[in-house]
DNA sequence: GATGAATGAGATTTCATTCAT
DNA sequence: AATGAATGAAATCTCATTCAT
């Protein structure tokens, strides 16, 4: 299928350092094809960018949907965007390097957000339900959680992290143990 | 000068989409002559690059090295960093677009490594003292730390965090509110 | 039917900018189908010629039997080449913008230099009966009288020259009494 | 130089057909380079055309602002057109088969309109001083005019018609005697 | 007859880089 | 140091044509 061709390229070689006929010799058809599908190159990135941002989007509010208490549902959250890159490395690869802070994007910031949102959703519910600090600002709050998580992500992708079976898992431990215990001794929080 | 019409280029338009010549233009000078400075129009990025982030490296070591408690330490790390948005959007634009995730970076993996080095050496050193946590992983923490930071600059450059000087002063504390104490209520922390 | 949607596209478009797949469009088919019926673009535009001027030979030459005197007989050609204006503009469009001077219709000379060639024998039976001046050209003048009213479709065509049937009919009027005006031992000609 | 050669191109192998390369090629430079001085092959067509264009109005502008009577002023412009083949040939070419009529040409009508209103004018003025009938549309005698001479140049571009010195001269005078002998009271008029 | 996915030659255009001046 | 004309590799995209279904 194109599109996933076209993320195996782009996370080998960069959106703007693949060229058209690379996704095409990946997918195994002609480049002329790929023009029926998608009217650009800047259109296959962008649609591997919807679909799988809406797949996110769709697992974190089904995540905030469901009767976990929100610390749960913070560590939900962080399990299915760091187990993605056990699952689709190279698809995790484009959305963090390519897509997230491309200047091409413009388009896409509404969607961005409500994956935003919803994390700051969850962070509110705590904060009313006693099990949050109300203090701190919840918005900013879910801008550093998800940072925490995606520089987990790029940590892998560079290459700069293990990223076994193991580590991967003891990293959904640490963020959550980290986010909502705090590093300082007073904030010990049991494990999700 | 070249180099700051190179990010003001690159922070504009992203370093793949900028043209020798839009950098010349804006630096007032023949696109020829960009080429007695510098080698090739990755070597500018690179040198973009190593210039400023050797001046982070800098700054996060003389925190280091200073003699206040790691707390206060990573506190002026996050100082250091979210305050460089006010002063220089258009270079932190690019280092936090182009430059931290790019493909054409290989060859400065090492000096990226050494900021998150300082960082996790300062968590070891609160974890060693007694004022952190032993049990987290401070590798880890240094990554989800650094993340948080540079995720509320992204905020930032996309325009979907308020960055006014009260926002910024707001986010740093935030920022290590939250990491170091914690979401949940038993860990708070005072202010830094 | 495909010609007559491909007259209509290239009409609109012109030959070169049409594609194939406009036609089909235009024709409600799958563009393969077109090429069930025609060998390539080229040939659709040939076979709208072939057809096209065929006919307006074949009404040419029963004009020129006819036994109308010759004075007539360039009027009726006048009339016949610019009343297709009104009763098929895409079709004149066509014919006096890709067809007649076009490099892909060295194959059709001869089929367009014969309606040159009725009209310089109807000139040249004029001049025989002796109510057309001797001393002209009569093959140039030939060309000539064809370019006038050609230049009139194109006027048309441009949308620099008013078509309402009125003027329709008054440039029928003027092309013979300029043209053939000219040619009358006397000048001025009664209205055909 | 870059225009000529685009010129002696499209000449040969009509615009649409011609490749930029084969403009360069011709010209002596690389392809390239073509897009320093146009921004695209259809700007080299336009200023083909605009150039030559405003040269072909200043001329028949001086005629028009001659001393001579108008039935001469028409003679020398049948005269500078008809003369441009056998000056610029591939000019002429290139004006009558791929700019005079091609939709392309939007931009240009009013420029194209100008030389018909010059001729419009001389014509009415030499109603005005009663050397032309007054019943004849001024208008419309002026595309027929130009209409006639476009076609026999077409006829020597299309290899129809006979092009040798004497045959040039021959239509021009041949033009002048039929479109004129039919402006004239009279009819018949003297050589110019 | 009819479809439209598939092909791939080929066209235009871009732009980093060179180098004579 | 400084210019910008010149180069040409390379990229994207188009579209006539084919052909399996």
């Known amino acids: 299928?194109?599109?996933?061709?076209?993320?195996r390229v782009f996370a080998t070689k960069g959106y703007h350092t693949s060229r058209v006929g690379d996704i095409a010799e990946e997918a195994g058809?002609?480049?002329?094809?790929?023009?029926?599908?998608f009217g650009s190159?800047?259109?296959?990135?962008?649609?591997?960018?919807?679909e799988n941002w809406s797949q996110l989007l769709?697992?974190?509010?089904?995540?905030?949907?469901?009767?976990?208490?929100?610390?749960?549902?913070?560590?939900?959250?962080?399990?299915?965007?760091?187990?993605?890159?056990?699952?689709?490395?190279?698809?995790?690869?484009?959305?963090?390097?390519?897509?997230?802070?491309s200047p091409q994007l413009h388009g896409q910031v509404d969607e961005i957000r409500a994956v935003f949102v919803v994390i700051q959703r969850v962070i509110e519910r705590g904060q009313a339900d006693g099990s949050f600090r109300p203090e701190v600002d919840a918005r900013l709050?879910?801008?550093?959680?998800?940072?925490?998580?995606?520089?987990?992500?790029?940590?892998?992708?560079?290459?700069?992290?293990p990223d076994g079976d193991q580590e991967v898992a003891r990293a959904e431990q640490t963020v959550v143990d980290l986010l909502?215990?705090?590093?300082?001794r007073a904030g010990a929080v049991a494990p999700v």
């Open 29 to 37: 058809i002609a480049h002329g094809l790929l023009y029926h599908y």
């Open 180 to 184: 909502c215990g705090g590093l300082t």
């Open 1 to 7: 299928m194109i599109l996933d061709a076209a993320v």
């Open 41 to 50: 190159k800047e259109e296959v990135l962008q649609t591997v960018f919807r």
């Open 58 to 101: 769709e697992a974190f509010t089904r995540i905030e949907t469901s009767d976990d208490p929100p610390l749960e549902q913070l560590g939900a959250i962080a399990k299915v965007l760091l187990r993605s890159w056990r699952d689709q490395p190279d698809l995790v690869r484009v959305m963090v390097r390519e897509v997230a802070r």
């Open 141 to 161: 709050a879910s801008w550093i959680f998800y940072g925490g998580l995606e520089e987990l992500l790029t940590g892998w992708v560079l290459g700069q992290l």
